[in-house]
Structure formats: C-alpha cells, structure tokens
T-cell receptor
Framework: DAGITQSPRHKVTETGTPVTLRCHQT?????MYWYRQDPGHGLRLIHY???????DKGEVSDGYSVSRSKTEDFLLTLESATSSQTSVYFC?????????????FGPGTRLTVL | GDSVTQMEGPVTLSEEAFLTINCTYT??????LFWYVQYPGEGLQLLLK?????DKGSNKGFEATYRKETTSFHLEKGSVQVSDSAVYFC????????????FGAGTTVTVRA
C-alpha cells in the first residue's frame, strides 16, 4: 500500500471555527490532491499541488486553502467552517510515469460541521 | 470540460450473478480511463485502468475495455461474490501535466449470499 496517512480521521467542529486537515506521504511523489466526497457527486477536486509551494485550484476550491512546505505534507485549511463543508475528505498522491496518471488515496477524514 | 457519467445505483445482485456498470465519458484530448473501488470505511483503490483505445484492463475478475468509438469504459464481472460489495467509481485523466482525475458519481453494489 502507498504510504499515505491523513489526520485527524474524524473531526466534529462548529460553524465559524478554523480547521486544518493534514495529508502525509512517504512515497516522495510530486503531485498531491485534496478531494471531497459527497453522495451523488463522486469525488470533487478541491486543490492540488505539483511541487513544494506550487498549488492550484480545483473545481470546488471556494472556502478552502492549502499549503505545501515540504514534499511529504499537504495541508487543507477551512478558514471558517460552514455546514456545507461537512463531508469526507480524501488526499491522493501521484507520480508521472510514462503518461499513466494513477493516483493513490489516503484513508479519508470525516468532517462534521455543526 | 472533462466529465464522466456512470450508471446510477444502488445495484443489488445475488452471488454468482453477472455485473455490469456502464460508464461513458466526455473529454478533450485522449484520456486514460480508470475504475476505482471503495470498500466500506476505506479510501479508494485502483481496480483497473486503460490508457489507449481498445486496451482492456483487468483485475480480480473484473474487466473493462476502452471504446473510443462509443466513448465508453463499462465494467464487467462474470460471477460476483459477497466481497465485491463496494462503491465503484469510473474516472478519467487527460495528460495536461497535472494528472487530475474527473470522477463519476459512483455506483453502490451490494451482493447478497
């Protein structure tokens, strides 16, 4: 299994509070991604990173920010959590390999915003 | 933009039944196609993939063929087991240097003994 961990695995917080989710990899992969999973929507990309300090927005980036100061860590921050951000969050990693775009996923973080 | 449409569930089957989950896509460029599986309480795992037209991906008894003419990548298994109960996601990626995936909504499959 790819070495990807996410912390915390579960979190309950209140509306308006800041929340940071951490993704840690031991594979030294260049690309890292944050997705959210909601019923009927599959997985939707929030932000991604293509290197240290290099990040870009995905399709549902509003209300989220990210940082990547080291290859192995990719942080997702909700500056002021809202109930619409209740979801399961997955981190993924990828390394370009002859055009094959396979991504490896972490175990997920279940976030509940009350 | 890129998009994936897959058969909505839930799908309920008896053990040893034939499973097919339809997946069609829209993409600019030439995508790689994937099926991911998510078992209860877990993250997604790659089940199989195909990177060019007419390629067949296969794994654990599952198969899918990349059909460019019909823009499809349907997942099939000839005889399902209870352990195949999971959510299945079809996905695509066009190589634009960022390796982003676009996912379908997912299909929940339940296999009864």
């Amino acid at each position: 299994d790819a070495g990807i961990t996410q912390s915390p695995r579960h979190k309950v917080t209140e509306t308006g509070t800041p929340v940071t989710l951490r993704c840690h990899q031991t594979e030294n992969h260049r690309y890292m991604y944050w997705y959210r999973q909601d019923p009927g929507h599959g997985l939707r990309l929030i932000h991604y990173s293509y290197g240290v300090k290099d990040t870009d927005k995905g399709e549902v980036s509003d209300g989220y920010s990210v940082s990547r100061s080291k290859t192995e860590d990719f942080l997702l921050t909700l500056e002021s959590a809202t109930s619409s951000q209740t979801s399961v969050y997955f981190c993924a990693i990828s390394e370009s390999s002859g055009g094959s775009n396979e991504q490896f996923f972490g175990p997920g973080t279940r976030l509940t915003v009350l | 933009g890129d998009s994936v449409t897959q058969m909505e569930g839930p799908v309920t089957l008896s053990e040893e039944a034939f499973l097919t989950i339809n997946c069609t896509y829209t993409a600019t460029g030439y995508p790689s196609l994937f099926w991911y599986v998510q078992y209860p309480g877990e993250g997604l795992q790659l089940l199989l993939k195909a990177t060019k037209a007419d390629d067949k991906g296969s794994n654990k008894g599952f198969e899918a063929t990349y059909r460019k003419e019909t823009t499809s990548f349907h997942l099939e298994k000839g005889s399902v087991q209870v352990s195949d109960s999971a959510v299945y996601f079809c996905a695509l990626s066009v190589n634009r240097g960022d390796y982003k995936l676009s996912f379908g909504a997912g299909t929940t499959v339940t296999v009864r003994a």
